[in-house]
């Protein structure tokens, strides 16, 4: 980087830098001796120049006002910075105003070209590359209309010009609005790259010179005044403008059609029918020639022109497109007479429109009965090898084919033949009216072909000779089938006089007999050999074979097959079934029968493909599609199940999988299952729990009905030793729920609870509270504070210590086995690469709990994560719930996948949410609270997120991940912007909208007497706001990551228990979990997170049991921003978690760089 920023002002420089990124910065030039000069258009357009050379800036001048007393303008300071952000890319380049000023001398033109370009600077290399190639331009259309005749207005615009074209592989339109003095605007269309953009601009520029050399354009009547004349004016019979269609001849003796227009004593040829229909369309002027010089307007003309205008129209606007997307205009000014064009042309004469031949003279249409007579004739004796049948067709010479018809055409008739129709003459006679069969095809067309013929034409036979004697004999194909080592064979042979002999090429079977063969066997067989007499099938895919492709082989020959694939048709159906029982707290799954045995069940499960229909099973051979067969495999392959989880005739797995496989088996209608009365307790008490447990009497707590529900649950899941997800929304009593379990369970054994640091004292509080008989210790302070607390904790039911604790108290733990280990804010683990979840993953327990009322924020992956503590392998390893879960639902919307997830996870979880189960809990009440930017807090934003977008733009996917996380921390600046710039730059002393319109927000609220909750992620906007509270006399309360364990506590019974409006300043991380704070009603999110759960979290510490109020939320967003597209996100991250725990389809939540793009813009 340069060191020339020292130049300018802190102030200018960053006036300058906001210049160039929002694009003000236009046609800079360095050329071959470093000088450079460059327009900047602020509140005018402002000439910067210099020299740049070896990296430093000298003799800087700028023609503004504020650099006329030598000071450095924050023009220079764009300039330079555009400088130095693409001094790798600089190239030379000219201002073509210097090209064309020998081109077109300005004593010829209403323009200096040298001024009049001065601005339109191009690269010399591209320069040069236009005008060596001018040759190669094709303009299409061009017009020049004057400014206020146009549909929109360009400032300071007098006259626009458009001309459209074609050069090398650019397709371009270009629109110049221009007045004397300056080219005040253009635009490109159909090109994307910025090179192609140029090239159009140099080459519409210059044909616009060319136009002002040739035209007078102060000429004053305007285009509306002339089609207003031609409409209105009579005007002489004889200038009326007609179209005619004509007959012209190329140098071969080939026919096509062209068109001319004009009045009747001057017709001038079209030059191009598609720019003739685009002119028209456009309502341009037509110049063809000295005496037409006008707009066609197709109301104004007669029967017989329009008719051939819309045939015009018709043919132009089926023009192929090119590969670049571009119409081609490949409908030129002369039409081949062929195909569909005949019949058109044909349609038209048919009601009495005229077409002129090459000497203009009228043509007369006639029709016709076409006759077709076909001859055969025998030639040579009848055993001549070298004999053969001759077939020819008598037709009229130089016949055109139609689509619909076939016609002729001479220089004075236009015949059109009726009867029979091209469709029926081109398969018999394609390429000429003489047919040739030697003795190799001549039985093939005798058997197969002529009868088709005799029925469409008169057929005139040889009547000296006996064909059957002349006609060799024609063998009859045969298809020898074989089955063995799992695959079908099929070898050709054929049959004559009852003698059956194997070919060795296919090319041995007459041609037309061939081409069957061929054509059925590839429709049935995979596999050839190199001579095409041997075809082959694996057995698993004969199914089609064996239903339709044998019979379709007998229409061509006759099949020849072994007892071995006769034996596929009778293959006998496996039944299996499924014995299921519990034996030393693992669940057993029997297999086998009379007809198959586990051992060959394993041997199946290992060579299972999907869609195998036959599978050898020693000298047995099976057919897979059998229902039962084929429902335990796909039952086995949802269990995560192969061949390598048998041992010997039996396979075991965890008892918590038997729901799960009870589910699936319940589903299946073949396959036959037999469960012991044991298992069949456990399911039933895990699906629908008996109400049947009593509430302990020190209890020090009222349960409501779905708390008693969840209890139950929980206890349920203890006596089989399950683990479970508890994961009602907030709010709803998770922490009692629990206490209540842990208090019947005291006895059993010690417990683990491990929670977020911030809420391990909640938890302290809340046991004494409810169940003062638990004992319990918290572990916190220094690690020799926590092993001294740990030691003194044999004796006490729980202990509780947070995640950052845990992972570094690891080896207190060691050989340590907790009765129940359970996690609150289960959410922190959701990543399994921390070491909070590998801590919780590695302490040993007897059975685990997890507590979280988001279980899914953002990936399902965290789902697994959560089950992968709870109950190791119940959802596989992360590769396989990956491979058979997370994509397929991701990536491919897959319902079934979605569906056999939730089924495999039900059991565990338990979930419910306030709207279901709290008929008495107060309305939340939601509101988006748009704020506008002000002052300079706009400009500053735009800049930033444009400058973002250009960099994002520029990578390609590899170089956006990896510079993703500065990405994410410039998006991360940027909505701190919306907040305020101040908390980028402290010293920034502007106004912010957000800051005033949430101010404004909290007096209001105060003023009806609310107490309110206000959360953020910036600590530093929270900074700014305790300051503006402060000046206004406004009690608050802050709780950040800095504020102590105990505090907290204190605070939060501080807030509860004063009883004027007040505010509660809180950061999002440090307080969004573990409060209770109903004595707020008010809730306020400053700046919004990705996540909406985080938000959810936060607003159900006033929105939760014990609020008496109605609770309202607003959103302080900054409009037109990031902040808005945040919101949209929230919506479908929620949609993440609620596919899976209340059914809804899937969306997908990865943030990648079109999303960011989309974000940003």
């Known amino acids: 980087m340069s060191n020339w920023r020292n130049l300018f002002a802190q102030r200018i420089y960053e006036r300058g830098r906001d210049y160039y990124y929002r694009d003000k910065v236009k046609n800079l030039i360095i050329d071959e001796d470093d000088n450079f000069s460059a327009i900047v258009k602020g509140n005018r357009a402002y000439k910067v120049t210099g020299r740049y050379h070896n990296g430093k800036f000298s003799q800087l001048h700028c023609d503004c006002p504020y650099a006329q007393d030598n000071h450095r303008c924050k023009h220079m300071a764009a300039v330079l910075e555009a400088i130095d952000d693409d001094s790798a890319n600089i190239e030379p380049q000219k201002s073509l105003g210097e090209v064309f000023q020998s081109a077109f001398p300005p004593n010829r033109l209403p323009v200096d070209p040298q001024s009049f370009l001065s601005k339109e600077v191009f690269p010399l290399r591209l320069i040069e590359h236009v005008f060596t190639n001018l040759d190669d331009v094709q303009i299409i259309s061009e017009i020049l209309i004057k400014a206020a005749d146009a549909y929109f207005t360009i400032p300071r615009a007098k006259w626009n010009y458009s001309v459209a074209g074609r050069f090398k592989q650019y397709y371009f339109s270009v629109l110049v609005a221009f007045n004397r003095e300056m080219i005040v605007d253009v635009q490109v269309d159909f090109i ?259 009868p088709k013929i005799q029925s469409m034409f008169s057929v005139e036979m040889p009547q000296d000779r006996d064909l059957s004697k002349f006609l060799p004999p024609l063998p009859t194909v045969v298809f020898l089938l074989d089955y063995h080592d799992e695959q079908i064979y099929c070898d050709l042979a054929t049959e004559i006089d009852g003698k059956t002999q194997k070919i060795k090429k296919i090319d041995d079977l007459p041609q037309f007999l061939m081409q069957r063969v061929e054509q059925v066997l590839a429709k049935y067989f995979t596999k050839f050999n190199q001579t095409g007499t041997r075809a082959v099938l694996l057995v698993d895919e004969a199914t089609n074979l064996l239903a339709t492709g044998v019979n379709e082989l007998q229409e061509i020959g006759i099949t020849k097959a072994t007892p071995a694939f006769n034996g596929l048709y009778k293959q006998p159906f496996t039944k299996v079934s499924v014995g299921i029982s519990v034996d030393s707290g693992l669940l057993k799954l029997d297999f086998g029968d009379d007809q198959l045995t586990a051992k060959e069940i394993k041997q199946i499960l290992r060579d299972f493909r999907p869609h195998k229909q036959y599978y050898q099973l020693g000298k047995k051979t099976l057919k897979m599609d059998e229902p039962s067969l084929t429902e335990l495999v796909e039952t086995l392959r949802k269990m995560g199940i192969s061949s390598r989880d048998f041992t010997a005739e039996e396979l075991k797995l965890p008892v918590y999988r038997a729901l799960y ?178 801590t919780v993953k590695a302490i040993n327990a007897k059975q685990r709990f997890a507590l979280t009322g988001t279980p899914i924020e953002n990936r399902l992956s965290e789902l697994w994560s959560i089950f992968d503590y709870l109950m190791p392998g119940l959802l596989g390893s992360y590769q396989q719930f990956r491979k058979q879960y997370e994509g397929p639902i991701i990536k491919n919307q897959d319902e079934q996948a979605q569906d056999d997830l939730k089924r495999l996870v039900q059991p565990f979880m338990l979930r ?81 909208g957000k800051i005033k319109a949430t101010m404004n927000l909290i007096k209001d609220e105060m003023a009806d007497n609310h107490k309110i909750l206000l959360f953020s992620q910036f600590t530093s906007a929270l900074a700014i706001l ?100 945040i919101i949209e996100m929230q919506q479908k991250k929620a949609a993440l978690a609620n596919s899976i725990l209340s059914g809804n389809e899937l969306a997908n939540a990865v943030i990648n760089k079109e999303t960011l793009l989309n974000i940003l813009k």
């Open 192 to 450: 994307n790259t910025r090179e192609g953009q140029q090239i159009a601009e140099m080459v519409a520029l210059y044909y616009l010179l060319k136009y002002l050399d040739q035209h007078n354009i102060e000429e004053n009547t305007n285009e509306a005044a002339r089609q207003m004349l031609a409409n209105f004016l009579d005007r002489d019979p004889d200038s009326q403008t007609i179209i005619t269609a004509n007959i012209g001849e190329y140098y071969d003796g080939g026919q096509y059609l062209y068109f001319r227009a004009g009045v009747p004593d001057h017709m001038y040829k079209f030059p191009n029918l598609t720019t003739l229909t685009n002119g028209i369309a456009r309502g341009e002027r037509l110049h063809l020639g000295k005496f037409f010089d006008q707009q066609i307007i197709p109301e104004n003309l007669d029967k017989d022109s329009k008719q051939w205008l819309d045939l015009i129209i018709k043919l132009s606007s089926t023009a192929d497109l090119t590969r670049d997307g571009y119409y081609e205009a490949s409908v030129k000014n002369e039409l081949p007479l062929a195909s569909v064009i005949m019949d058109e042309v044909d349609q038209i004469l048919k009601t009495g429109n005229t077409l002129y031949n090459r000497w203009k003279v009228p043509i007369k249409r006639e029709e016709r009965a076409l006759k077709a007579a076909v001859s055969i004739k025998a030639n040579g004796a009848d055993d001549d090898p070298s004999r053969y049948l001759d077939v020819s067709v008598d037709l009229p010479a130089d016949l055109i084919r139609g689509q619909a018809a076939y016609y002729h055409l001479d220089d004075h008739t236009w015949t059109a033949f009726t009867g029979i129709a091209p469709d029926k003459l081109d398969p018999v006679f394609p390429v000429t009216s003489d047919l040739v069969f030697g003795v190799d095809t001549m039985s093939e067309f005798y058997r197969y072909v002529l």
């Open 1026 to 1125: 305790k300051e503006k509270l402060a000046n206004a006399g406004i009690k608050y309360f802050v709780i950040e990551g800095k504020t102590k364990k105990a505090d907290r506590l204190q605070f939060v019974d501080e807030f509860n228990s004063y009883d004027q409006p007040a505010v509660f300043l809180i950061s999002l991380k440090a307080g969004g979990t573990g409060l209770n704070l109903t004595s707020a009603d008010v809730v306020i999110h400053f700046d919004p997170w990705w996540n909406i759960a985080a938000e959810n979290q936060a607003t159900d510490r006033a929105h939760r049991i014990g609020q008496k109020n109605n609770v309202t939320i607003y959103k302080m967003i900054a409009q037109n921003t990031i902040e808005e597209k």
């Open 912 to 992: 419910r949410v306030k709207q279901d189960v709290l008929n008495d809990l107060p309305m939340k009440n939601e509101q988006v609270f748009l704020t506008p930017m002000v002052g300079k807090q706009e400009s500053l934003y735009q800049a930033r997120a444009q400058r973002l977008i250009r960099q994002i733009q520029k990578q390609n996917d590899e170089e956006f991940q990896q510079n993703k996380l500065a990405v994410l921390a410039e998006i991360t600046r940027l909505r701190e912007l919306c907040c305020s710039p101040q908390l980028l730059d402290r010293g920034y002393s502007g106004p912010s």
């Open 661 to 838: 496989l009870d589910d699936l088996l319940s589903h299946q209608e073949a396959l036959n299952y037999r469960t012991t009365s044991e298992l069949h307790q456990l399911v039933t008490d895990v699906k629908t729990p008996q109400k049947d447990f009593k509430v302990p009497a020190n209890l020090h707590a009222t349960l409501r009905p779905y708390q008693y529900d969840g209890v139950q649950w929980l206890i349920t899941l203890m006596k089989y030793h399950f683990g479970g997800l508890l994961a009602d929304e907030m709010g709803l009593g998770k922490t009692l729920q629990i206490i209540t379990a842990l208090l019947i369970e005291q006895g059993n054994g010690q417990n683990l609870i491990v929670a977020p640091a911030a809420v391990i004292y909640n938890w302290q509080d809340e046991i004494k509270k409810f169940a003062p008989d638990l004992k319990v210790i918290v572990l916190d302070g220094s690690k020799a504070e926590r092993r001294k607390q740990f030691a003194q904790s044999t004796g006490r039911d729980i202990i509780i210590t947070s995640y950052d604790a845990a992972k570094r108290d690891i080896d207190f733990y060691e050989g340590h086995l907790f009765n129940i280990e359970v996690i609150d804010e289960a959410q922190y683990i959701k990543n399994p690469q921390t070491a909070a979840a590998k």
